[in-house]
């Protein structure tokens, strides 16, 4: 039975992920502020970056993963003129510092079998740019990080990345203002939003099939940004 740490399980792509998965067989491992109702879960706050003590507090009953997959992130929704320097930070530090920090621990301290897959989500709002410009930068560092982590790790592990574009049942849709979902959707060549269970079912090939996928991060989105 494969080992699944997955963050980010409380709501949207990852908590239809941890469901899957664990429907699948797969031995899922929660990391987060909150609990996820009938999964493990290891308690860290992604909004304040952790050390290697907590770290390594937090982890010592756990047995190695297969797969790391960071599916926690903010997004705020507000234009740059409108954060204060505390929501700058948070931002980054649950999008990026957080992750990186993980992941620095995770592959130093062996809590990764050897080729096991390190997915981090990034976003099509890295490639043609967000109203939230922060949430997009964090995600254009999430694409650099992808590809300098995947040179420098492999081949003991596997660095990927997912980028989705507007994505039914997350937040990113929910909390549109009423008749922009509408709106972007005529936007999309594929003429509708991508579906959480497609995201869900590349990250298993990821996963399972994916031994040459390295350092390359793969867009789902509809045809809304082509690269």
Not at 215 to 225: E, L, R, T
Request: proline share 4%.
């Amino acid at each position: 039975m494969k080992r699944v740490l997955l963050s980010g399980a409380s709501s949207g792509i990852g908590k239809i992920a941890a469901e899957y998965l664990s429907q699948k067989g797969y031995e899922v491992v929660s990391i987060g502020r909150t609990a996820t109702l009938g999964v493990e879960n290891i308690c860290v706050d992604f909004s304040l970056v952790p050390d290697a003590g907590q770290l390594q507090a937090a982890f010592s009953n756990q047995e190695p993963f297969d797969a790391f997959v960071n599916c926690a992130g903010l997004l705020p929704g507000k234009d740059f003129r409108n954060y204060t320097p505390e929501l700058q930070t948070e931002l980054f530090n649950i999008n990026v510092f957080t992750p990186v920090a993980l992941i620095d621990f995770l592959t130093a301290n062996r809590y990764l079998n050897d080729k096991a897959a390190i997915v981090l989500f990034s976003s099509i709002s890295a490639y043609k740019g967000s109203f939230d410009d922060f949430y997009a930068a964090s995600k254009g560092a999430i694409n650099a990080l992808i590809k300098s982590l995947a040179l420098k790790l492999a081949p003991a592990y596997r660095v990927v990345g997912i980028a989705p574009g507007m994505t039914e049942r997350t937040r990113m849709t929910d909390e549109l203002v009423e008749g922009r979902f509408e709106h972007n959707l005529k936007l999309i060549p594929a003429g509708q939003a991508v579906q959480p269970e497609e995201i869900v079912h590349l990250l298993e090939y990821v996963i399972e099939h994916g031994s040459s996928m390295v350092g390359n991060v793969i867009d789902i989105n509809g045809g809304q940004y082509l690269r």
